[in-house]
């Protein structure tokens, strides 16, 4: 490990700080501040995370997020009731939290080495908040039954995102719902249209079962400690999903698009979406989904369009992109932006969207 190398690491904790800051975490934010300060290679986790091979930056191997979620596993497993001690709602000095983690880092240094090799894994439904008034705009302008399939599904929350209630500024949609959601909306109203879901079908790597203990726990861990209301509403998702059966495929993004492109759906749309998922693909499976997709489009018809709903980064400083992309006509347009967490939406719609 070289000097340059290490700093190198500690910078990516110090932006994750104000990623976490800007999203209303406090506490992660801190926890990311103080293991770029204080973090050495004395432990072998410290030297693991200090000689980090990849990319260690949130659009690469999120390494300060793979040290938070094992961190808060530890936590909420219970086997680390001495760092329990000083996490939300806790509130102790800095010196005593850091004090507690090196603790953890020694006697848990297995558990810790294992978890860090695992990417963060999050499914966070308040998207939904982003993806409900891009579907309305497509089931307006095609009106047809919508085929879900969604990329990175992960355990499948925002696969039902149609199950949820909203309220998006002055208006409210969905029935009585375990999952409310109402961002802080702002723009006209979404378009009014009548959505039917003919079919649904997820697909991750690494998907999880709304169902497992286990995998529920690893869902929680990535949820940020100080954030009650994101592991509340999570937990409320998942027990709807464990409810109806929702499964996603394990199954990597280009094969999976591939198979569900090739059937064509007359009259109906095909929607092929991703939230905060597509950024995670390598450059040359992101070339060639973007070319797999792009050539179904050109297959697609008045009677069997095909659309593509993106929540994505785009490098701007405000939020993600919600991008849609119709064919036939192979339009593509910028209809809004909305916080990573769903926190709020500025919502342009297709009228009113950038090209």
């Known amino acids: 490990m070289t000097d340059d190398s290490a700093e190198v690491i500690r910078q990516s904790f110090r932006r994750q700080a104000k990623a976490c800051e800007d999203l209303g975490s406090p506490f992660t934010a801190r926890l990311c501040t103080m293991a770029a300060e204080r973090l050495t290679a004395k432990t072998p986790v410290g030297a693991t995370i200090l000689e980090w091979p990849g990319n260690p930056d949130g659009t690469g191997d999120a390494l300060a997020l793979r040290l938070a979620g094992t961190l808060h596993a530890l936590v909420r497993s219970g086997q680390a009731p001495a760092l329990a001690a000083v996490y ?129 726990q690893r869902l929680f861990s990535y949820i940020w400690a100080d954030q009650q209301d994101r592991l509340d509403r999570t937990a409320a998702a998942l027990a709807m999903a464990a409810e109806s059966g929702l499964r996603v495929e394990k199954a990597d993004a280009i094969d999976w698009l591939r198979h569900r492109l090739a059937t064509p759906r007359r009259d109906m749309t095909h929607v092929i979406y991703h939230t905060i998922a597509w950024q995670y693909l390598p450059p040359a499976l992101k070339a060639e989904g973007e070319a797999l997709i792009a050539e179904a489009g050109t297959r697609a018809t008045d009677d069997a369009p095909l ?31 909305a916080d990573f967490h769903g926190r709020w939406v500025k919502w342009a719609g297709w009228e009113g969207s950038s090209g």
């Open 307 to 337: 659309a593509r709903l993106q929540l994505e980064a785009d490098g701007k400083p405000e939020g993600a992109a919600m991008l849609l992309t119709l064919w036939p006509i192979g339009e593509t347009r910028e209809i809004g932006r």
């Open 88 to 216: 939300p709602p806790h509130a102790v000095d800095d010196d005593t939290l850091w004090a507690a983690i090196e603790v953890a880092m020694r006697r848990d240094e297995a558990f810790m080495l294992e978890r860090l090799k695992s990417a963060p894994q999050t499914n966070e439904v308040r998207r939904s908040s982003a993806l409900l008034p891009g579907f309305l705009t497509i089931a307006a302008l095609t009106g047809k039954p919508l085929v879900l399939s969604e990329v990175g599904a992960s355990a499948g929350l925002n696969l039902q995102w149609d199950r949820y209630s909203y309220r998006l500024g002055e208006v409210s949609w969905g029935k009585t719902s375990a999952v409310n959601l109402a961002p802080r909306w702002e723009g006209p109203p979404p378009p009014q249209a009548a959505i039917e879901v003919a079919e649904r079908a997820g697909c991750d790597l690494n998907p999880l079962d709304p169902s497992s203990e286990d995998d529920r």
